[in-house]
């Protein structure tokens, strides 16, 4: 127990208490008096660890969607949180299975892949608006010289900047909906095979 409380450091320590009192409780109703049997019945406490933060980060983002207005989704990093752990959970089930490691690197590079694209989705958005102010400068710089030339760079600048206006709201509501995507994705593959374990330690 003293081993499972140092992995819990990301709780409160509320949670940790009750995560701590409930599997003592589970382990003296279970009669499971040696540390191999503790293990092959909760597995490590590492990994016992994981599947805890894991469950404690969905009931974070169900909490969050429920208490938020108009069925809002829950906060990106807190659904990108959500997906690591869940993870960290099935690499290291006790049953780690075949089928759940490759769910869980499956996951892994869904996650990758979303970090990829936010990034990407940043800079070419910083570039184009970063274009458009060069531009804006580089026609005000010309003014005294070409007039046409400088509305046509200073044309071009409003344009990349306005466009960076409109692009950039789009393109994170976009990531927002494939952060939830992945998010829902990966309760739903965590609830598919740890749901009736959880269920029966509750009972």
Same mark, same amino acid.
Not at 45 to 74: C, F, H, M, W
Not at 76 to 94: E, H, V
Not at 113 to 142: E, K, R, Y
Not at 167 to 172: D, E, L, T, Y
């Given at each position: 127990?003293?081993?499972l409380?140092?992995?819990?450091?990301?709780?409160?320590?509320?949670?940790? #208490?009750?995560?701590?009192?409930?599997?003592s409780?589970? !382990?003296?109703?279970?009669?499971?008096?040696?540390?191999?049997?503790?293990?092959? $019945?909760?597995?490590?406490?590492?990994?016992?660890? /994981?599947?805890?933060?894991?469950?404690?980060?969905?009931?974070?983002?169900?909490?969050?969607? =429920?208490?938020t207005?108009? =069925?809002?989704?829950?906060?990106? #990093?807190?659904?990108?949180?959500?997906?690591?752990?869940? @993870?960290?959970?099935?690499?290291?089930?006790?049953i780690?299975?075949?089928?759940?490691?490759?769910?869980?690197?499956?996951?892994?590079?869904?996650?990758?892949?979303?970090?990829?694209?936010?990034?990407?989705?940043?800079?070419?958005?910083?570039?184009?608006?970063? =274009? %458009?102010? !060069?531009?804006?400068? =580089?026609?005000?710089? !010309?003014?005294?010289?070409?007039?046409?030339?400088?509305?046509?760079? @200073?044309? @071009?600048?409003?344009?990349?900047? %306005?466009?960076?206006?409109?692009?950039?709201?789009? %393109?994170?509501l976009?990531? *927002?909906?494939?952060?939830?995507?992945?998010?829902?994705f990966? $309760?739903?593959?965590?609830? /598919?095979?740890? *749901?009736?374990? /959880? #269920?029966?330690?509750?009972?």
């Amino acid at each position: 127990m003293d081993e499972l409380a140092s992995y819990l450091n990301q709780l409160t320590n509320d949670e940790k #208490q009750d995560v701590l009192e409930f599997y003592s409780e589970y !382990v003296m109703d279970a009669d499971l008096k040696t540390d191999q049997e503790i293990i092959q $019945k909760l597995g490590t406490p590492k990994q016992l660890s /994981r599947k805890i933060l894991a469950d404690y980060s969905i009931k974070a983002v169900n909490s969050e969607q =429920g208490s938020t207005a108009s =069925g809002s989704t829950a906060r990106p #990093q807190r659904n990108i949180r959500m997906i690591w752990l869940i @993870i960290l959970a099935l690499l290291a089930s006790p049953i780690a299975i075949p089928i759940l490691i490759v769910l869980a690197l499956g996951l892994f590079m869904i996650l990758l892949v979303i970090v990829m694209v936010i990034v990407m989705t940043i800079i070419v958005i910083v570039a184009v608006a970063f =274009g %458009g102010v !060069v531009s804006i400068v =580089g026609g005000l710089a !010309v003014i005294s010289s070409s007039i046409p030339t400088s509305i046509f760079f @200073i044309g @071009i600048g409003l344009g990349a900047v %306005g466009l960076t206006l409109i692009a950039a709201p789009i %393109g994170f509501l976009i990531i *927002k909906v494939l952060i939830e995507m992945a998010a829902n994705f990966s $309760k739903w593959i965590y609830n /598919r095979f740890f *749901k009736s374990r /959880r #269920q029966s330690k509750e009972v």
